[in-house]
């Protein structure tokens, strides 16, 4: 008992020491968050070739930007592409010409908008711990700094933000620009009582504060905010203003300072500004491309996909409680006990309270907005709720700050990791909470075990499940997790609440490590790398002018890797009229190159000598179909 005391005095006296040492505090920090960001981000992020369908689209669409010049209008394979604004193909453009055109280049925004987004929360966080230390006139740092630091790890470490964190699209870029901006508000708000923080800071904030009460715009925590929307508009459309406006105005209308907070907010100037950044592109791409660009963006690919189903994305009502279970695991467990311990429904409370005391209503207001929208909309995807995942991370981090070390004094050490309160004094929702983790991590173990008999087939990939089976991958995911399960009951049994959450951080950790970062290269091994290594042979055996055409499927990276036009057709039946037609024309070269799953290939009824197989790679065929006369209306390929 001696010992476990002495190590907990020690790591108290640790956190003192960097509290009275800003620039110790501010490494150690930024140390942190450069782990976790790369664990999470950076490790392998370019080592895999990029993932059909989506990401080539992007990939190929700035590659193109960068090759022509035009930085205003999309394309891709040789078509207008409006399906998103221009920020992010800006963003991959600028890293194709700083780091090269490769699969680093298209994922490092996405990277570095995660990164970013962490940083700030974890900023955040801390510094309403620090105002709340200020009001109740006490010194935690542990606490500061742990579930700083834990909100951080939480926010980089689930499945939902590390999937599109790594992935090349516009996702992680709306989200890293909404939610800062959301936290740049928040700061900006409750800011507005006094001082930013303690000391120098402090005063800094005050004096600040005088100036801003006079002055046309509002102070830097509000600029940013509008600056990050702007972004965001760029990034993904309207919705990068709706969800914000949304989840602000409900905020605001709730504590009853709605008229108040715009006033503070120079709203006129903050529109302007919002005006001046993002509609000067939406102007230029309407100019040059007209009503095709304003059915196409705003009325397809956003009003449409709330209000009908858009490429088949339906799903019940239900889908994204699904979504934040899995796609948060394991925490979202904890999300029900982090939501009531807030009794958010007592409104005259909160309304009682100091701004900056008002961060987790905010927090919950963020999640439920978005939650509910997207609910709402009738086409539903499961990136589309990642926005919500920091509010999530924040929710779940200060619910454990009351079980972290609480000390009063910097004098009374041997208080900071005592045995923390008796089950009595432990919230029964939370109590319960832990035993549904535990439940959770055991039937997550018992499906890994059995994964193969869960998963669909994928025609890609040749004996699927045998593949998968013979990794050894849903061995070791279900040991990670089974032996996490273990660990979370024997802390729940001993009362060691505060180690819980750091066990299911580090399985996670170790999931990502072990299952998911193997995974990403055994899936690209099997389902890219053929595509690719065909890219490769297209490029060497491709005549000049001469057609490429895919049958059966549409895989964007044979584009990206390939830089071919390709023509893209569904029907074995098709692909033969095709060719009837592109023979008829007598055009030169004589002959097409073919590109087809081998079934659809098949199904051509094509004989040996009607063409020439160039490569066979995993599931795919690549052929050139020589053109020749009709002979009894016939194709007559050699």
């Known amino acids: 008992m001696r010992m476990k005391l002495s190590v907990k005095r020690t790591v108290d006296q640790w956190f003192h020491k960097i509290e009275k040492n800003p620039a110790l505090g501010i490494t150690v920090s930024i140390l942190w968050l450069i782990v976790v960001a790369w664990v999470a981000f950076g490790w392998n992020l370019g080592n895999t070739g990029l993932v059909d369908e989506t990401e080539p689209l992007f990939a190929e669409a700035s590659r193109q930007m960068l090759v022509t010049g035009d930085w205003i209008t999309p394309f891709f394979d040789g078509d207008t592409r409006f399906d998103k604004p221009a920020l992010i193909y800006w963003c991959q453009a600028i890293a194709y010409a700083i780091i090269g055109v490769n699969e680093w280049a298209v994922r490092l925004p996405s990277a570095i908008a995660a990164f970013g987004l962490i940083c700030l929360a974890f900023y955040t966080v801390h510094w309403y711990l620090a105002k709340q230390d200020e009001l109740e006139q006490v010194s935690r740092p542990t606490r500061r700094y742990l579930t700083s630091s834990i909100a951080a790890a939480l926010m980089a470490l689930n499945v939902e933000t590390i999937i599109w964190a790594r992935t090349g699209v516009s996702d992680m870029l709306l989200t890293g620009c909404m939610a800062s901006a959301l936290l740049c508000f928040f700061l900006g708000y409750a800011g507005k009582e006094g001082s930013g923080g303690a000391g120098e800071a402090g005063e800094a904030g005050g004096e600040e504060l005088i100036t801003n009460a006079q002055s046309l715009f509002p102070n830097k925590w509000y600029l940013a905010f509008y600056v990050l929307i702007a972004g965001a508009i760029l990034t993904k459309g309207p919705v990068g203003i709706v969800l914000p406006g949304l989840i602000v ?12 907070v715009l006033r503070e907010m120079r709203l006129f100037m903050g529109i302007l500004i919002i005006i ?45 409680f699904i979504v934040v279970l899995l796609g948060f695991t394991p925490y979202s467990v904890y999300l029900p006990a982090s939501i009531i311990r807030l009794k958010f429904w007592q409104r005259s409370h909160w309304r009682s309270l100091e701004r900056f005391q008002q961060f987790g209503l905010f927090a919950w207001f963020w999640f439920a907005s978005i939650f509910s929208f997207f609910t709402i909309a009738v086409t539903k995807l499961p990136s589309y709720v990642l926005p919500l995942m920091p509010a999530a991370a924040i929710l779940v981090a200060l619910l454990w700050s009351d079980l972290l070390p609480n000390m009063e004094n910097e004098n009374a050490p041997e208080r900071v990791f005592d045995h923390l309160p008796a089950s009595s004094s432990i919230s029964p929702l939370l109590v319960w909470s832990g035993w549904v983790n535990v439940v959770f991590l055991s039937f997550l173990a018992t499906a890994l075990f059995n994964i193969t008999h869960i998963l669909g087939s994928d025609p890609a990939i040749t004996n699927f499940h045998e593949v998968i089976q013979q990794s050894g991958l849903p061995v070791i995911a279900g040991v990670i ?12 049994l001993n009362r060691r609440w505060n180690y819980i959450i750091s066990i299911n951080l580090l399985g996670f950790a170790a999931f990502l490590i072990f299952v998911l970062s193997p995974a990403s290269f055994f899936i690209d091994q099997e389902r890219q790398l053929p595509l690719r290594e065909l890219s490769a042979v297209i490029l060497e055996a491709k005549q000049p002018d001469e057609e490429l055409i895919m049958l059966g499927f549409k895989k964007p990276s044979v584009v990206f890797y390939s830089h071919i036009h390709v023509n893209y057709l569904g029907f074995p039946q098709e692909a033969v009229e095709h060719i009837k037609k592109q023979a008829a024309k007598g055009l030169k070269p004589r002959s097409l190159l073919l590109l087809a799953e081998q079934k659809k290939f098949l199904q051509m009824d094509l004989q040996p000598d009607d063409y020439k197989n160039l490569s066979t790679k995993g599931a795919y065929n690549l052929v050139r179909v020589p053109f020749k006369k009709k002979k009894n209306e016939k194709i007559d390929i050699s």
């Open 249 to 260: 105005g409900a905020f605001l209308l709730y504590v009853g300072k709605f008229r108040e």
């Open 481 to 492: 997790w089974f032996v996490c399960a273990v660990l979370v009951a024997v802390f729940l």
């Open 276 to 320: 001046g950044l993002s509609v000067p592109w939406y102007a230029l791409v309407i100019w040059r491309n007209g009503w095709n660009y304003i059915n196409s963006f705003f009325g397809y690919h956003n009003l449409e996909r709330f209000t009908e189903v858009v490429n088949g994305h339906s799903a019940p009502w239900y889908f994204y």
